[in-house]
């Protein structure tokens, strides 16, 4: 009875674990250094992000070949699916705290620093301020540079909403070309998912340039600018993550990997993607237009 | 209390207290005595929630010990397997909640009665103080006076067995009058606390929170900093000094012709000498600047830099005189004192520190100085 | 109940030498790091506990200066929660939960054998955080508490940065070990094991990983936010530039009440097995059991704010999370009777581990009604920042969480030794410790209703005597570990040979498939799905 359905997979030790231990040790030791101006901290990053490129081929690189080799059977399969739908609910919930912070900032805090409700009072201290979102005036700007004008919700972040819808349709399509054993229509869909990730880069990108130049809108022209990065830096964070893994399935699929019933790192990217894709809706409704 | 008190004497007693008694029989063993409406009903609410916590335990003990006495294998006790399908393994996953509901229930209850009292912000007030938090210093404000004073820790000689809890200008409150206060901070978070008189509310730099309390008794209480700010934060005492109504008129207008004489003195153009400076300058600096850099003016290695021999109070004046009106470029922990002092004290004090401790720059800073500093 | 245990296929021992430890693949040799680590951090956090305690042993400043006081107490809670109760749970995870299942390992071996390994990382940025501020010229040290508020985190030098950063990575250790232990209760069950028969541990951890799944990114975002406004200019802490200081408290809290669900809840489910054994009875209420503790989940996760009825909240806000919390006693009051219903009409024997139990329900139950009182509002306007606060959480950690863990090495070590440990030396480690720390901490509760703040390096002299009494107890309880040691390192190393069911009453009720295994197990636990009948 002990065929390959029946065995328990156990892979062998493997040293990829202690290598990214010591690549992102390097990489968060290096940032604090290099925060505090300590000359070693480059350095450090340095090495930290060349262990962990390094990581990514060997580790992806064995895992790979474990799959191709059909060592995996149906539980492996689902441990990787629970294991990644966990993932993605711990990065909801790491989105969730920064929208949190918004509301927190737009409908309690704020208010009261403009003297209304419970610590209302609050507003002696700023004497003129009222409240207003977009915050353009701050209760004191000494520390702070002056916001000239918010971002709209029209123009560029409006093209970047349609981009990204689009990109969750072309990953689907791929999925569709996937499960017929459509090659042309996998490999084509994923270029097209990855040249939309890549517009959509250059866009937040171009508008960030746009608006550290422009309109006074920096990580230090007070809350607004505050939220408004953290907000669309750390989805743009994702949206890179996620066009790097598509490059990787992507490159698999031209390389002819991937079967109808296995392809979990396929389906576990694409998942990813239309996470990114979702967060993206809450950030221009949030964000750019309410 | 005194320290030679022998600890196996504390030791004993200690114990006998807990066999003895409950833990709120005697007054060391409890919160101290409330003198005010509002901390008597929260001292109520706490015997409340005290007695049914203390039943909760003894109930649970008993049971406890009941059972180990009873069930254990050595007096030849059978275990009962089938003792959690019978009617009360069946039943007791809704007993017990309803019961422990009923319990917390009727301390909720009580607990927001009393909770509405607190929040009642809505009467008339005799009396505003804006309390601020500051690192390592409460200063008082009294908002319909105009009167403001700051309060210091008396260092251990001066203080004796109220050292750490003692200051040298307490807030002087009346009694039976209803006070609001109003707390805020000017650098990070502390906590106002005077157990006896008012719970503690957070003092947050940039927002202001409010409670209010009336002093039934008059007399001397004492608190201290309950929110931790930094190196001083066992160093922030609170002594609120509660008189009677006539007292504290007399007490305010003396306060206020004081305050007046020193800002019509530090208006004028006279020009001052150095021995006057220097000790007026001593005075501004021991309330002002000894919690970080210290009497001697050494400060605290790698934390506050030495005065004595600094390079800054023994450098240009004028980078001295930036450095202490508008505060430290590199370390926010240095404020800016333009605000809080007015021209003559700075004169004085920049002129103290360059001569003290040994500085002896010979350099005297004028109020005049000052004042065009602040252009 | 028997398991067909098959031929080991792969038959491959362990490799020889460091790359066993280091390359790892093996759920046990994975816990066992994970428990020497914890056991190490025990010692370094409890030393900073013994600082704290002798510096606070007198009125005045004799051993340490308000900084480094303050940077002790901050890194003694971080290393004893993240560093010695979540490891040590998560050690006990590792080994247990494939053999209590019928799994061959973890779900993701390899990504738990990084989740371990993070932690020395992490260990030694914190470590460093704390060293630094012996290097001239690097700031302030973190002198805030664990809780870390800003705008004091944000004056403190670069100590802040690297303690950060130690955050980040004991944050992704906890995701990717919850993330593991989650997908291997779920997916990896053996045939015939289904949920409503897994043993209590299984259960408690399933919760605690989901928990952490959801809480950890909080503090993780929370922490970033406080970098940005340390070094990049935002002003989320900031009211300038129109933030809060507050916030940062609910980011903090969001994290940290659900927190101290997960230092509980591990020590609970070895509760579930410890008394059902010692009793020679089944569990009682195990349904309402798992009930109350998804019911415990749910409700843990919505009331932090009551670690900050201090900052001026509305009085609607106020009153719900009073309410809320002090709803908490229902299910928590379940769980203990249920262990008490358990010992009732029980054969009760007391070994080492059932002392351990019986000490955490009477104990747990004080820290639990004293948290009752903590989350009455008025009453907490006085008691918050206090020594009663202290008291009130030493009792809920160390009995209820460390003492869970005791309970579950005595319980354990034999199968993962293969040896008995010394049955008198453990009774007199629990004697010892027991009573110690009631002395170190009892008196606590009284400074603090005298009105003792907590977090000073100085007190008024008319706190000594409760003082004393407790710095005594306290270095009485530290001694006490090193007894704990000693019977750890002797148990390791030989005594009587332990049977596979070291204990009589093992398994009363529970399928676990723990006690089918040889004590110790071979290293591979299961190469083929066990039968469960
Ligand atoms: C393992 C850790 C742990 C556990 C399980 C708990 C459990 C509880 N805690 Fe505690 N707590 C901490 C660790 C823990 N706590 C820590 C570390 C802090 C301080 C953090 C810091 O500031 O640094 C803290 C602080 C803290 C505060 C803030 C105090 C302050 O700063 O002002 C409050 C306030 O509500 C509180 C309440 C509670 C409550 C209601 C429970 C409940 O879960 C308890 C429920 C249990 C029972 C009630 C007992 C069993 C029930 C019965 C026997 C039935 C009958 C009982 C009744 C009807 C009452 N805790
Ligand atoms: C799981 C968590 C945990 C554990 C196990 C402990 C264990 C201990 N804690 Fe701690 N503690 C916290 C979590 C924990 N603590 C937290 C969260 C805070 C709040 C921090 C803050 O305010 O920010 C705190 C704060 C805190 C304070 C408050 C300080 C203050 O507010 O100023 C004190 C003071 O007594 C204290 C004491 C102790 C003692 C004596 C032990 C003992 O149990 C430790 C015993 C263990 C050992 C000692 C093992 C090592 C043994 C040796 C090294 C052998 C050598 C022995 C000798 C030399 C005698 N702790
Ligand atoms: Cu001010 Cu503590
Ligand atoms: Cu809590």
């Known amino acids: ?290 | 209390m005194s320290k030679s008190k022998s600890f196996l004497a504390t030791l004993s007693a200690f114990l006998l207290t807990l066999i003895a008694s409950p833990a709120y029989a005697d007054y060391v063993f409890n919160l101290p005595e409330p003198v005010a409406p509002l901390t008597s009903q929260i001292y109520d609410l706490h015997m409340l929630t005290t007695k049914i916590a203390t039943i909760i335990m003894v109930i649970v003990i008993g049971i406890v010990t009941y059972t180990i006495l009873k069930f254990r294998k050595s007096n030849g006790s059978e275990a009962d397997q089938n003792f959690h399908k019978g009617a009360f393994g069946t039943w007791s996953w809704i007993l017990v909640p309803v019961i422990v509901l009923g319990i917390d229930l009727t301390i909720a209850g009580s607990a927001t009665d009393a909770l509405k009292q607190i929040e009642d912000y809505s009467q008339k007030n005799d009396v505003t103080v804006k309390v601020t938090g500051s690192q390592w210093k409460w200063t008082y404000e009294y908002m319909d006076d105009d009167v403001r004073i700051v309060s210091n820790m008396l260092s251990k000689e001066e203080a004796g067995d109220n050292y750490l809890r003692a200051v040298d200008n307490p807030l002087v409150l009346p009694v039976n009058k209803r006070i609001r206060f109003l707390h805020t901070a000017s650098d990070v978070l502390h906590a106002w606390w005077v157990p006896q008189i008012v719970y503690k509310k957070d003092s947050i730099p940039g927002y202001i929170n409010e409670t209010w309390t009336k002093i039934e008794k008059e007399g001397t209480y004492r608190g201290q900093c309950a929110e931790i700010c930094g190196t001083g934060h066992a160093f922030m005492p609170i002594v609120v000094e509660a008189v009677s109504e006539d007292k504290y008129n007399a007490w305010m207008a003396e306060k206020k012709s004081a305050m007046a004489a020193a800002s019509a003195e530090a208006a004028s153009d006279k020009t001052w000498t150095m021995d006057e400076l220097m000790s007026r300058g001593e005075k501004v600096y021991n309330t002002n600047c000894i919690a970080c850099h210290q009497v001697t003016g050494e400060g605290v290695p790698g934390v506050f830099p030495a005065l004595k021999g600094g390079k800054i109070a023994t450098g240009p004046v004028a980078g001295h005189m930036d450095i202490v009106m508008n505060g430290s470029s590199k370390n926010p922990v240095m404020a800016a004192w333009a605000g809080a002092l007015n021209d003559l004290e700075l004169a004085a004090l920049i002129t103290y520190e360059r001569n003290a401790w040994g500085n002896n720059t010979g350099d005297v800073v004028q109020p005049s100085d000052i004042k065009s500093a602040r252009k | 109940m028997s398991a067909v245990i098959h031929e080991d296929h792969h038959h491959d021992g362990p490799p020889a030498g460091f790359k066993r430890w280091l390359y790892s693949t093996n759920h046990k040799d994975i816990g066992t790091m994970y428990l020497i680590f914890a056991l190490v951090m025990l010692f370094i956090g409890g030393g900073m506990a013994m600082i704290i305690r002798a510096e606070l042993f007198m009125p005045g400043i004799q051993i340490v200066n308000p900084d480094l006081y303050n940077n002790l107490l901050t890194d003694h809670a971080l290393i004893m929660i993240f560093g010695m109760v979540m490891p040590a749970a998560a050690g006990m995870a590792n080994w247990m939960i494939p053999m209590m299942i019928g799994a061959p390992d973890m779900a993701l071996p390899r990504m738990n054998n990084m989740s371990f390994w993070l932690l020395p990382a992490a260990a030694i940025l914190l470590l460093s955080s704390l060293l630094v501020q012996f290097i001239p010229g690097t700031g302030v040290p973190i002198n805030t508490g664990w809780t870390l508020y800003p705008p004091l985190s944000v004056q403190t030098g670069m100590g802040m940065d690297l303690l950060i950063f130690s955050v980040h990575l004991l944050g992704i250790s906890s995701i990717m070990a919850s993330i593991n232990i989650v997908t291997t209760i779920l997916n990896m069950r053996a045939p015939g094991m289904p949920f409503m028969k897994m043993p209590l541990f299984v259960w408690a951890w399933l919760f605690t990983g989901l928990l952490l799944i959801i809480v950890m990114p909080v503090l993780a975002g929370g922490v970033t936010m406080l970098l940005f406004d340390r070094h990049f200019g935002t002003s989320f802490f900031d009211a300038a530039g129109g933030g809060d200081p507050v916030l940062f408290q609910h980011l903090f809290w969001f994290f940290g009440h659900p927190e101290v669900y997960v230092l509980l809840l591990p020590s609970i489910g070895v509760l579930g097995l410890v008394i059902p054994t010692f009793s020679r009875k089944p569990l009682f209420g195990y349904k309402p059991l798992v009930f109350f503790m998804g019911f415990l989940f749910a409700l843990g996760l919505v009331v932090w704010a009551h670690h900050q009825y201090t900052i001026g909240m509305s009085l609607g806000a106020t009153t719900y999370f009073m309410i809320g919390t002090i709803l908490i006693s229902i299910p928590i009051g379940l769980m203990l009777f249920n262990f008490i219903f358990t010992m009732w009409r029980g054969s009760l024997t007391f070994e080492t581990p059932m002392l351990f139990g019986i000490a955490i329900i009477l104990m747990f139950a004080f820290a639990g009604v004293t948290g009752v009182m903590l989350a009455v509002v008025p009453a907490d306007l006085q008691y918050h920042d206090s020594y009663f606060v202290v008291a009130h959480f030493h009792y809920a950690l160390i009995p209820g969480a460390v003492f869970g863990l005791y309970a579950g090495v005595f319980y354990w070590l034999p199968k993962w030794t293969g040896h008995m440990y010394n049955e008198k030396q453990g009774k007199i480690f629990f004697w010892w410790t027991t009573l110690s720390f009631n002395l170190t901490f009892f008196p606590q509760h009284f400074s603090g209703l005298a009105g003792m703040p907590r977090r000073i390096v100085d007190y008024n002299i008319q706190y000594i005597e409760f003082n004393q009494i407790s710095s005594i107890g306290g270095f009485l309880f530290g001694l006490s570990h090193l007894l704990f040691l000693y019977i750890i390192i002797k148990t390791v190393k030989g005594g009587e040979k332990a049977a596979d069911k070291p204990w009589e009453g093992a398994q009363i009720g529970t399928p676990g498939l723990e006690w089918t295994l040889p004590s110790p197990p071979p290293f591979h636990s299961f190469t083929t799905p066990p039968q469960i009948k």
């Open chain 1, 1 to 290: 009875m002990s065929t390959a359905e029946q065995n328990y997979f156990i892979p062998e030790p493997s040293r990829w674990p202690a290598v990214a231990v010591v690549g992102l040790f390097f990489l968060v030791l290096g940032f604090a250094l290099w925060m505090n101006g300590v000359s070693a901290g480059p350095v450090s990053t340095g090495i930290g992000l060349l262990v962990i490129i390094y990581l990514f081929f060997g580790w992806f690189g064995d895992v790979i070949d474990e799959s191709l080799t059909n060592k995996y059977n149906q539980d492996v399969d689902r441990s990787f699916r629970q294991g990644m739908f966990w993932f993605i609910t711990s990065e909801v919930s790491f989105f969730a705290t920064f929208f949190g912070c918004l509301y927190y900032f737009r409908n309690i805090s704020l208010p009261w620093l403009g003297g209304e409700g419970q610590l209302g009072v609050s507003n002696i201290l700023w004497e003129g301020f009222t409240y207003t979102w977009p915050l353009v005036n701050l209760p004191d700007v000494t520390n702070y540079t002056q916001l000239i004008e918010p971002m709209g919700a029209g123009g560029i972040p409006a093209y970047n909403t349609i981009i990204l819808l689009s990109s969750g349709v072309t990953v689907t399509w791929a999925h569709w070309g996937l499960k017929k054993d459509n090659r042309a229509q996998l490999v084509w869909g994923l270029i097209a998912t990855i040249a939309l990730g890549m517009i959509f880069f250059a866009l937040q990108a171009y508008e960030y340039y746009h608006a550290y130049t422009e309109l006074g809108l920096t990580l230090n022209s007070g809350i607004y600018g505050s939220t408004f990065y953290m907000l669309t830096g750390f989805h743009g964070f994702h949206v890179t993550l996620g066009t790097i893994m598509l490059m990787v399935i992507c490159a698999r699929s031209m390389k002819g990997h991937f079967t109808e019933e296995n392809h979990f790192a396929f389906e576990g990217v694409a998942w990813y993607w239309h996470f990114v894709d979702v967060v993206w809706l809450g950030l221009y409704l949030f964000v750019y237009w309410l």
